[in-house]
């Protein structure tokens, strides 16, 4: 049973920075795709970021390209997603993923879903 728990959320003023975490339990395929989905109350889920195992990195939703940066530590089966210069709009519930390929991924068909960490960014 694979397990996704999101830890980092919390409330920070525009322009500032978070550093999500996504760790992983039980047995994630070295194929699987891990990604980081936003959703906003009462909004379709957006995707923001993924990254293979291997390191390589999906290309960013372009909402947040040059300001986030997703990374994988294999050896604490742990995904991050660094946030820099935060602005309201970044606001949402951040959902982390698991999906067969980077296709699913994108397209939020994922296999594994985390319960999210509220992100609030205050102007």
């Known amino acids: 049973q694979v397990q996704l728990v999101e830890s980092g959320g919390g409330l920070v003023q525009s322009g500032g920075s978070l550093r999500l975490s996504c760790a992983i339990s039980?047995?994630?395929?070295?194929?699987?795709?891990m990604g980081w989905i936003r959703q906003v109350p009462g909004k379709e889920r957006e995707f923001v970021a993924a990254?293979?195992?291997?390191?390589?990195?999906?290309p960013y939703a372009d909402s947040v390209k040059g300001r986030f940066t997703i990374s994988w530590d294999n050896a604490k089966s742990t995904v991050y997603l660094q946030m820099n210069s935060l602005k309201p709009e970044d606001t949402a519930v951040y959902y982390c993923?698991?999906?067969?390929?980077?296709?699913?991924?994108?397209?939020?068909?994922?296999?594994?879903w985390g319960r999210g960490t509220q992100v609030t960014v205050s102007s």
């Open positions: 039980g047995r994630i395929f070295a194929t699987h795709v």
């Open positions: 993923a698991a999906g067969a390929t980077d296709y699913d991924v994108r397209l939020l068909r994922n296999d594994y």
């Open positions: 990254i293979r195992y291997s390191g390589g990195i999906i």
